[in-house]
């Protein structure tokens, strides 16, 4: 594909990095100096492939073409315009480029001068890097919480009832662990935008950068949610496979001679209970799907956007409905509260129901209307958007 480049105009056909000691410069006709890149072995090598180009005459344009590095040889979307340094308005030769990377089927992008080098050479090698903060924040919160039950489920129960519940460490702890999992990161996944909200509220502008931490935060939100719904299916499996166990049908069992009445009275809970879980983890994957690639590039901006938002919030409701109900009254017990210590499900319960709270808050009217209007242009204060101006406008001059 690349050897077909030579029959245009002013166009060097393509070149290797080995070849690049050998460039001519008398070749000063040409004004469009392919070049073919495969990706390195390694990150940060010492010298890039383009830091091997000599003194290329002044004028020359580069595109930087990337293979894939794969059996078939097939060519990645990156590619690299480096702006000339004599003759910045010609904008025939920079049109000619990315003609050109139009027609193999690229998108063209403009990385400026060969400083990017090294960044694009490093951009495949890069090992999910949206995916290491919310990986990190799963597994800590994980151990936190799994040791936590077994601090209270096991260890408590052994030292001051004689019991020992170690066979909880399979089933029964993970089955805890992972819906305590899923609802917080589900409640993550929307704290950030609760806190835009209010920053851009107490700034009364949209036009400023957020700290780099909530940008960050709300960066990796699909991450976030998919590792919650990988967590609640989990909990959907370790469910189904509960019942089966000996200990949990000795205590079906046990519990066939309760009466009637009692079990008339928890119909309505149980029915809740049933309900807000079935629809909460149908409403989760149902985010989960549109957050893929190959559906979220399907959708326009309002149907993402009433998925996500809507039907997200929803999702959490119900998830959070679900587990005030399994909780019940348990909170009012003293026997809840082993070493002092609330039960997880409490624990669970604090970031989603912050987030709720706070979210019924930012849509009452006197609120709201003023965060959508700041959201589509309004300034309490114009005065950083005119610094803001008049620095982009010096900049252009």
């Keep these: 594909m690349l050897t077909s480049l ?18 001519d410069i008398a070749l ?9 890149v495969s990706i390195p072995k390694v990150k940060n090598r010492i010298q890039s492939s383009l830091a091997y180009l000599p003194k290329v005459p002044l004028g020359f344009f580069l595109l930087i073409l990337r293979t894939a590095g794969k059996p078939t040889s097939s060519l990645e979307s990156l590619c690299l315009l480096s702006i000339p340094r004599k003759d910045d308005n010609d904008v025939e030769a920079k049109q000619m480029v990315m003609n050109i990377v139009r027609a193999l089927g690229l998108t063209p992008l403009d990385k400026g001068t060969l400083l990017a ?73 929307y704290l950030p935008g609760i806190f835009a909200a209010i920053i851009q509220l107490y700034r009364g502008t949209k036009y400023r ?35 089966l166990r000996a200990f949990v049908r000795w205590r079906i069992g046990k519990g066939i001679v309760s009466q009637v009445s009692f079990v008339h009275s928890l119909l309505p809970g149980l029915v809740t209970l049933f309900g807000s879980r079935n629809l909460g983890f149908f409403l989760f994957v149902l985010l989960g799907i549109t957050s893929l690639p190959s559906v979220s590039n399907n959708v326009n901006w309002r149907e993402f956007r009433f998925v996500q938002s ?18 019940g009254k348990w909170f ?19 970031v989603p129901c912050a987030v709720l709270v706070v979210k019924f808050v930012l849509i009452f009217p006197c609120v709201d209307k003023p965060l959508t209007q700041i959201r589509q242009g309004w300034e309490r204060n114009p005065k950083y958007s005119e610094q803001s101006n008049y620095i982009i406008n010096k900049s252009a001059v």
């Design 6 to 23: 030579h029959t245009e105009k002013y166009v060097k056909p393509s070149m290797q990095r080995h070849e690049l000691s050998m460039l």
């Design 28 to 36: 000063s006709r040409y004004k469009i100096l392919p070049l073919e």
């Design 117 to 189: 080098a090294q960044e694009i050479e490093n951009f495949p090698l890069q090992l999910f890097p949206m995916w290491k903060f919310p990986i990190f924040l799963s597994l800590g919160l994980t151990t936190f919480f799994f040791l936590y039950c077994l601090a209270l489920d096991v260890i408590y129960t052994y030292i001051y009832e004689k019991n020992n519940f170690s066979f909880f460490i399979a089933i029964t702890i993970p089955n805890r662990v992972c819906p305590v999992m899923a609802l917080i990161l589900l409640a993550l996944v």
């Design 209 to 243: 950068r957020f700290p780099d931490w909530l940008d960050k935060w709300m960066l990796c939100r699909k991450q976030l949610g998919l590792i919650a719904l990988a967590f609640a299916s989990l909990h959907v499996v370790f469910t189904l496979v509960a019942p």
């Design 310 to 327: 809507k039907l997200g919030y929803l999702s959490l409701i119900l998830c959070t409905a679900h587990t005030l109900v399994y909780g």
């Design 332 to 350: 009012l017990s003293p026997s809840a509260y082993r070493w002092y210590l609330p039960n997880i499900y409490m624990l669970s319960l604090v």
